[in-house]
């Protein structure tokens, strides 16, 4: 098959990971036209709820994983953390985009900050850190606070300690429980923001507004869109998400996570390559939705318009939030996704509401 050869509705695409995001990318490929065969560890998955096929087996599971391929006509991503060699075994057989240059990039801090420094993208200061002298040393260095954090694996907070003085760095060390760590000079933001850019196989971009995400617990609460800042500051980030989609040849949709400092300036904190739970909103208010936009990527199809048909305010709903739903659906301006999940745990997104807020114009 032709690189960007479109691959038409009626075809299957292979989705590596069964959360919600495989099932908001599902539920856009069906209303396209597809069929979505998932793979991943577990059965009765949010994604496999809504999908025509599933192979329940471990990601480095060679014999299952070429089966998998064998159906599928494209593959793409729900989360970063898939190894690698599933990724490659796959690829022998179907296109899989996004590809193993992104996750290599994604799945560690130190990879993701070196490259993101590689092609101008300014982040926060850093340092490796693999024991507590070494984390010792970087505080000096950096100055307190700063954060220790895994170099891989970490998530809504997991893995990340903040330290305020040198003299902790070993309690803070034994907390973050990883082999290799980074520390990182603590921000002072403004505000956190994202963007997501989607990027096809001929090399087209389109990029949505940047938003705002307040934060809870280090877990995502709420995305408001679009960011209250500076038309300036709008572009900048834009700017810098797209230079890194392009950097990376990426082939899907991009997040690009970002603090915006007291003094205006912008620094990229983290990217995923996958849709981000900050471009829900883009279901209810936009002319494509980010699911959309990333099976249109995979499937080499012309990317969709990202206007905003409304601004927006989503909100994720956590464990027991999800039992307000009688409420949402009783309020007509909300607009209820809920994740098929059976079990309700404290801080598990079991769902998001969204709430429009009126033309943008």
Known sequence: MATHEPIPPGATVGILGGGQLGRMIALAAARLGYRCHIFCPEADSPAAQVSAAMTVADYEDREALRRFAADVDVVTLEFENVPLVAVETLTATVPVRPGARALEVAQDRIVEKDFLRSIDVPTTDYRQAENANDVAAAALELGTPCVLKTTRFGYDGKGQVRIDDADAAEAAWAEMGGQIGIVEAFVDFDCEISVLVARGPDGQVVSYCPVENRHANHILDTTIAPANISDAVAVQAIDLAT??????????????????????????NEIAPRPHNSGHWTIDACLTSQFEQAVRAACALPLGSADRVADAEMKNLLGDDAARWPELLADPGAHLHLYGKAEARPGRKMGHVTWLKGNPD
């Not at 230079?243 to 205006?264: H, I, K, N, P, Q």
């Open 243 to 268: 230079r890194t989609a392009e950097a990376l040849d990426y082939v899907g949709l991009l997040a690009v996570e970002m603090f915006v400092t007291r003094d205006g300036a912008v620094l990229v």
